[in-house]
Every structure is written in structure tokens, then in C-alpha cells.
């Protein structure tokens, strides 16, 4: 979807941008036609589960044709639905005070300077202490959106700029922009060996076959797309900056991998450490002591959900990657 495509989508979506209801009206588009009521409106509204459009019609929020309606109940072509949705939690974590620089804040965003070891949302094993906890402590209203208003995410070790949505206008322009490959997302890594020029790679990635936890290049996944250009050589490895087309998890630590260079510091997906001969001995504390990956969120532009202006941010690395890199070209 083109620029122009993406803001009149956005521009038919009214919803209350203090949050207090989500209203809309719209009519049935012959796309539509023949399907359940539940259905059309989770193909409209993809953000939401099923399970909650079907509660808010149960519970009067949603009428067909100035109707009260059922989840089950077919819809047709020029078929009016309205909307009227009180305020409701979405989800139910909890706010904490959890230390992260804001870069910039506005009503419609936060974009955040995430630290290495901060896991982005709540889940098996980090039920707190994530960034969600502590977007609610800055702003309890985030309450109100999906993930709290996170449209995308990094790796717990993994540092840099990310954005997030502040009300629901500002989720489904964000939401929409990434769909539409959009947003620009660049990084800075340091990889082991010597890589000799830069290029894209396209695979197909999903979950390990064997490890679950894991990402793989394989045959039936989704499509994945990086580009990375060779910014510095050292003697046994090399600074690259990586551009994302695609947002799968853990894309540039297993496309790096799959080209045999794989990030310093990743044991997930660089197995055991491995120090090349003649490393100078000061240089070889650095390398053991740095223990995540060496991947850094640089920079991120998107079109701003308020103004639609093309907007760009920046990170500086942080102190222990800068480190690492000023040691590098210390003892190359």
C-alpha cells in the first residue's frame, strides 16, 4: 500500500483520541458480504482478538443496522455497523517504575532508547519488570491499547530506538505503516569474521525444527529480508550496518548466522564462544566480557501518526558496545 492509500485508510478510522470511546461507522464492503458479523469486523479491526469483538457486540457496543446484533449473525453489502465502545482495559499488567530514556514524547507517541536486558512485554518467565510495566507507570492510559501500544519490539539484549503508540489512532497508523514495509529500521552490529562486501538476503524463516526457542532459515516460514553494508574491517571481524525490510523475530541474528557470520556476543545463534589466534590479550577481556549480542537499534523514520510527516530518530550506542568497538579499532 502506497503513502496516499495508507492515509486515507487512517483518515476513514475515527476514533476518540483522548480515549475515552472508540467510535466508528462504517458500512459492509461487498468483500464482506456473507460473512459473520465476529468475522468482518476482526478482518476490520485486526488489532483486537475475536473473542473480545464478539463480547463487545454480546454486550450492546455493537449495532447492524441501528440493530443489536450477534456475533453469529451474517452481514451484507451496504450493511451499516456502528461502534460504541466505552473505555476498557486491554490488558491487565501492572505499572512499575522501570528505568529507560525517552528520546522524544508527543500525544501520540514515546520513542524510547531501550537498554540491553529489558524484556519488551510480559511472558512465560518475565511476567514484570518488562518495558510494558513501565510504559503504564509513565502513562496509565496505555492500559487502553493493545500491548500497550507497542507496534513492534527488540530482543531483551538487544539495545536502541523504538516507537510507541500513545492512543489508537497513532497503533493503526504505526500498525499499517510496518505492514507496508514503511518504516525504516536501521542497525549497527559487529559480527565474527571478515566480511568481504555487503548485500541482501531473502529466506524463508521460522521456529527451529528441533528447538522451539529458536529461529531458523527453513523451507515453510514467512518471508525475511535484510540489507547490510560493511561499515568497518578489523583482523577478525567487522562493523556492519543492517537495514530491515522485513520484521521477523530474531531476523538479523539468524540471517547473520546463516551467512556463517554470526553476531558477537549471540551464543544462541553463535554457538561457543571462539576467540581467532593471536587476539591480543586485553582485547580478548573485552570480547568474553561482552555477554549478549552486539546489536544496536541505530536509528528509526516512519511518518508521524499526528502530523504525517517523515520523522527520524537516533540512539547512540551504548557505553558497553562503544567500548567493544573502541577496542577493536584500538588493537586492529
Known amino acids: 500500500m502506497d503513502r496516499a492509500g495508507l492515509l486515507a485508510v487512517h483518515q ?9 470511546l472508540i467510535q466508528q461507522s462504517f458500512h459492509i464492503q461487498k468483500l464482506h458480504t456473507g460473512d459473520r ?3 468482518a469486523l476482526h478482518q476490520l479491526l485486526p488489532e483486537y482478538s475475536r473473542s473480545r469483538i464478539q463480547q463487545w ?3 450492546g457496543f455493537v449495532q447492524l443496522n441501528q440493530q443489536v446484533c450477534k456475533p453469529r449473525q451474517k452481514v451484507y453489502s451496504g450493511d451499516q455497523v456502528d461502534l460504541d465502545v466505552p473505555e476498557q482495559a486491554v490488558i491487565s499488567d501492572q505499572p512499575q517504575q522501570i528505568e529507560f530514556d525517552i528520546l522524544h514524547e508527543d500525544e501520540d507517541i514515546f ?3 531501550k537498554p540491553a536486558g529489558l524484556v519488551v512485554h510480559p511472558a512465560a518467565g518475565h511476567w514484570d519488570g518488562t518495558l510494558v510495566n513501565g510504559l503504564l507507570a509513565r502513562d496509565p492510559r496505555l492500559q487502553q491499547l493493545p500491548r500497550a501500544g507497542i507496534v513492534h519490539r527488540l530482543d531483551k539484549d538487544t539495545t536502541g530506538v523504538m516507537v510507541v503508540a500513545r492512543n489508537l489512532c497513532a497503533h493503526n497508523w504505526l500498525v499499517e505503516q510496518l505492514q507496508a514495509r514503511l518504516v525504516k529500521r536501521e542497525y549497527i552490529a559487529i559480527v565474527r569474521g571478515v566480511v568481504t562486501a555487503g548485500r541482501s538476503i531473502e ?6 525444527p ?6 531458523a532459515v527453513v523451507k515453510e516460514g514467512k518471508n525475511a529480508i535484510t540489507h547490510f553494508q560493511v561499515a568497518r574491517k578489523f583482523a577478525h571481524h567487522s562493523l556492519i550496518s543492517v537495514q530491515l525490510e522485513t520484521g521477523r523475530t530474531h531476523q538479523i541474528r539468524v ?3 546463516h551467512l556463517q557470520y554470526p553476531l558477537l556476543g549471540d551464543s544462541v545463534y553463535g554457538g561457543r564462544a571462539h576467540l581467532p589466534a593471536g587476539v591480543d590479550a586485553s582485547l580478548t577481556t573485552i570480547i568474553q566480557e561482552f555477554r ?15 502530523s504525517h510527516e517523515t520523522v527520524s530518530y537516533e540512539a547512540p550506542a551504548p557505553a558497553d558496545f562503544a567500548a567493544l568497538l573502541e577496542a577493536l579499532i584500538r588493537y586492529d
Open 12 to 20: 476513514n478510522k475515527q476514533y476518540n483520541q483522548r480515549m475515552k
Open 37 to 39: 458479523l465476529d468475522h
Open 57 to 59: 457486540i454480546q454486550q
Open 111 to 113: 520513542v524510547i532508547n
Open 203 to 208: 529466506t524463508e524463516m521460522g521456529r527451529h
Open 210 to 215: 528441533q528447538n522451539r526457542k529458536k529461529m
Open 255 to 257: 540471517h547473520m548466522a
Open 292 to 306: 549478549r549480542q552486539a546489536l544496536h537499534a541505530q536509528r528509526l523514520s516512519f511518518e508521524h501518526p499526528g
